[in-house]
């Protein structure tokens, strides 16, 4: 059951689409305290046996307890476990113990989650503003509430099955050339590839819908050359416009009063890529579909998937912390050689970008009303990729687009994907990405991924090769890194045929993949799934968060140490280990309930399939176009007859629900 109750007169954020009728009052099942200048907290007692799901794109474990939590969205590539925010903020919390219970907090603002930081056995909730929705749901499971909630917030994006292909990234590949490079070196050593990605440098002096004619000449035959070669290109669009005289998207936004605003009326400045920048209003909706209508230029020369980045949106410094930085710089003490005024010092510089004064300091047009940055800060992002998708949707009614964003927030999920922001080349990360599946599935953020190697630092290539064993499971499987980083390409590190062997066996894997996905977006349901929703009454399984149910079929737990050449496993059932090298099962062994010790060499990837449970395999192609659907493996652990409902459609086309996109598959009892 879900109830709503409305405080104050919040901003409308359409993250819920389905009405929910409205309570009076508030919520029986928590405590309510009056905070200075009227804000509420909401607060309830914690059962030592409690889990907390939830949150999404958060730092941490798959249970959040212990922890303190800010949602405001947040440019930072130095996910450390102090952090208390990311670049989304996804407000669902579970609480999953002798109750089941869940709370979504619809708010724009800044809102702290404080799981048993403070008191081990109490979780507090604590909006910055008076004005928001509390849906609280009542369910009899974790995944009951889950699908109470997916159904409210409407069904989650649907990615074109060419964006379950392998996807190589960096800032930058700069010119035409070396994309073909990049291309040609992955097609040399047969290793598969669907996309490669463009960063900031295809632009004309990083300006929005254009591309630099030096380095991109005919731009609509380079993306045709590419097609031709069964890849698919997909270029950056960052949330700031350039200022400049002349520039069509500058003059226009400018002319029709469609960037964020002053409280003065006049047109908000930061420093960005570009330089002197604005901010599209995405919160205005004229605005939202004039932006939106931009993408046109480059679908027109074939494109066929975008991500948005900095859409926080991320500012490198605004004039007014400029001159605060002078000022404080006028006065400086250069005679004093204490530690605490060099501190200060480097604080005061590094302390320009994103500055909480700056987001306080513009507004937007919402309805009529102008409404400041701050109130609405965690919208930005998410409305930035709505003006893609509903244009998208226009233009291309019947197609489905690549679309995925950095910043999000909950509704953002029926427009476009999420990946987990710019990463570093950690092991920790590696963990991360692992423990951040469910939960933004939770939220309804199904197409998802990480920075596969990481984004900053310089990866290696026992790094590199584990994570990709994990990302091959992933919806989202892009190879990403940073400008002045080693670069990390499959073909980067020596002898490739582990990351061949790796990268066909996530081809080999797509007709599962891509079926267990569509199958969770459409039935409202997650992919990725903790042990303890599949075994609630397994003590040990309720707190596993280094393996992971991966649809109906099998369980996931990769090797997230370096230098481990094994590790330990809990099946909370019988299992059969299938350990693949070079996309082919080498090794199977059946595997009774309890814990397990088993090895795989960095070119190896382990999958447990669970009992009475089928597997869908093909064979591996160099693109998803070449993948032949009609001539399956089917691998499976059973002791009697069992079937497999498997999805598979066009891959491109939205009828979703159309009779020929699903069949049956079937293994018989054995002999």
Not at 24 to 35: E, M
Not at 361 to 366: L, Q, R
Not at 474 to 498: I, V, W
Not at 559 to 586: C, H, S, W
Request: net charge negative; with cysteine; proline share 4%.
């Amino acid at each position: 059951m879900v109830t709503r109750y409305l405080f104050g007169s919040p901003v409308e954020t359409e993250a819920v689409i389905t009405p929910v009728e409205t309570s009076q009052g508030f919520p029986p099942a928590l405590n309510v305290l009056q905070q200075k200048e009227g804000l509420l907290s909401f607060s309830c007692k914690l059962e030592e046996e409690d889990i907390v799901y939830g949150l999404g794109e958060a730092p941490g474990g798959i249970n959040k307890r212990g922890h303190l939590y800010e949602s405001f969205n947040s440019d930072d590539p130095c996910h450390t476990e102090e952090k208390k925010s990311l670049y989304g903020s996804h407000n669902l919390i579970v609480i999953d113990g002798s109750r089941h219970l869940g709370m979504f907090v619809d708010c724009g603002a800044s809102v702290t989650f404080d799981i048993g930081y403070t008191d081990p056995e109490v979780l507090t909730i604590s909006p910055s503003v008076g004005d928001f929705v509390l849906y609280t749901i009542e369910g009899s499971s974790s995944e009951d509430i889950l699908h109470q909630f997916r159904k409210i917030i409407g069904r989650s994006y649907m990615a074109p099955r060419w964006a379950f292909g392998f996807q190589q990234s960096r800032w930058s590949y700069a010119t035409a050339e070396e994309v073909r490079s990049v291309v040609s070196d992955y097609r040399e050593h047969h290793i598969p590839l669907d996309a490669v990605y463009l960063d900031i440098d295809y632009m004309e002096d990083y300006k929005d819908f254009t591309v630099s004619e030096e380095r991109f000449p005919e731009f609509d035959e380079f993306v045709r050359e590419m097609r031709q070669e069964g890849i698919r290109l997909v270029p950056i669009i960052d949330a700031g416009v350039k200022i400049e005289d002349g520039y069509d998207i500058f003059e226009e936004g400018k002319k029709n009063g469609y960037f964020c605003k002053r409280q003065d009326g006049t047109d908000f400045v930061a420093g960005v890529w570009p330089g002197r920048t604005h901010f599209p209003d995405f919160l205005n909706k004229d605005a939202r579909r004039w932006f939106g209508e931009k993408y046109k230029c480059l679908l027109d020369c074939g494109i066929e998937g975008f991500w948005n980045d900095m859409n926080e949106p991320a500012m490198f410094f605004t004039e007014e912390g400029i001159k605060k930085v002078k000022s404080y710089l006028a006065d400086f003490d250069f005679s004093d050689q204490s530690a605490n005024h060099y501190f200060e010092l480097t604080n005061q510089a590094s302390g320009l970008a994103n500055r909480r004064e700056d987001y306080a300091a513009f507004y937007h047009h919402i309805h009529g009303k102008f409404v400041r940055h701050d109130l609405v800060h965690n919208l930005y992002g998410y409305n930035m990729t709505r003006a893609a998708g509903e244009a998208f949707e226009k233009l291309y009614p019947d197609k489905r687009l690549l679309l995925f964003s950095r910043s999000s927030y909950i509704g953002m999920h029926r427009y476009g994907g999420i990946w987990t922001g710019d990463n570093q080349s950690w092991w920790s990360h590696l963990v991360l990405n692992l423990k951040m599946m469910p939960s933004l599935n939770m939220c309804g953020f199904l197409y998802c991924g990480a920075d596969l190697g990481g984004f900053g630092s310089h990866c290696t290539r026992d790094l590199l090769l584990r994570w990709l064993a994990l990302g091959i499971f992933t919806p989202l499987m892009r190879n990403h890194s940073a400008y002045g980083t080693r670069r990390q390409e499959c073909t980067c590190f020596g002898d490739s045929k582990a990351f061949e062997g790796i990268i066909s066996l996530r081809y080999r894997l797509i007709p599962y993949l891509y079926s267990e996905y569509m199958k969770a977006c459409l039935e409202d349901r997650l992919m990725f799934r903790p042990l303890a929703f599949q075994y609630p009454e397994d003590k040990i399984a309720r707190h596993i968060e280094d393996q992971l149910l991966v649809g109906e079929s099998i369980m996931i737990a990769p090797i997230v140490e370096q230098n481990a050449v094994g590790r330990t496993v809990y099946l909370p059932e019988d299992m059969k280990l299938l350990l693949f090298r070079d996309a082919q099962v080498v090794r199977e062994k059946i595997l009774s309930k309890g814990w397990h010790y088993f090895e795989a060499a960095l070119d190896e990837v382990p999958v447990f399939l669970r009992k009475n449970k089928l597997l869908p395999l093909c064979e591996p192609a160099e693109t998803t176009d070449a993948l032949d659907f009609g001539n399956l493996e089917l691998m499976s652990f059973n002791d009697r007859e069992i079937t497999y409902l498997l999805y598979d459609d066009d891959g491109l086309s939205k009828n979703y629900r159309m009779p020929g996109n699903q069949r049956l598959l079937t293994v018989k009892e054995p002999d």
